[in-house]
């Protein structure tokens, strides 16, 4: 895993969010059994935004608590799942995105665990917390997009969808985890996020 993100340096940023707030996300990795595996959060239902989706564990970037969206990124993946900052090696920063509904610009974080970590989900903000194999999320039938109408302009955008067994990963995370992926398979991410071609 970490040698896939050896000298990589993030390509150009999609467009961002004009006045969005700053926002991190952590991508909890680790490998058990030969297996690559990444570490995912359900939201309640008494959420007041994004009720029941599937997110990385993060949250906005507090200036007066973080040094920086790093430091966000590994707070909130400890206040959300338990997850202790020292225990994670954070190996690469991927895009920063901007999101038209929830106004932020989310910079997600890769960071390495050694083994399955010790995770506990807070249940104010965490319904559910587990993990799925690279190799789930990279079979044939998992991924499909679409092209949805949507944002203060209406204009139409791709949007990524992993239908796991259980549950539905879409939206931000599913972007985020398209470009993620498209690293660990040596592809690049065109357009708005859609089409991907050999590097």
Do not use: C
């Amino acid at each position: 895993m970490r040698s896939r993100f050896d000298g990589y340096v993030p390509p150009p940023e999609p467009p961002l969010q004009p006045g969005g707030r700053a926002a991190a996300v952590l991508l909890p990795v680790f490998e058990e059994e030969g297996e690559a595996r990444i570490v995912l959060t359900r939201r309640p239902e008494t959420m007041p935004s994004h009720r029941g989706e599937i997110a990385f564990p993060g949250g906005k970037v507090e200036p007066t608590v973080d040094h920086d969206a790093r430091d966000a990124a590994l707070r909130e993946a400890h206040e959300e799942i338990g997850l202790r900052p020292e225990l994670v090696d954070v190996i690469a920063a991927l895009p920063t995105l901007g999101t038209v509904v929830g106004q932020f610009n989310i910079t997600p974080f890769v960071g390495v665990t050694d083994g399955r970590p010790i995770v506990t989900a807070d249940s104010r903000e965490v319904d559910r917390v587990f993990d799925v194999t690279l190799t789930e999320l990279l079979a044939d039938d998992v991924y499909h997009e679409e092209r949805w109408s949507w944002g203060f302009d209406g204009a139409e955008r791709a949007m990524q969808f992993y239908e796991l067994a259980d549950e539905t990963i879409w939206g931000a995370t599913a972007r985020i985890l398209t470009g993620f992926l498209a690293r660990i398979v040596d592809v690049e991410v065109t357009g708005d996020w859609g089409d991907w071609t050999r590097a």
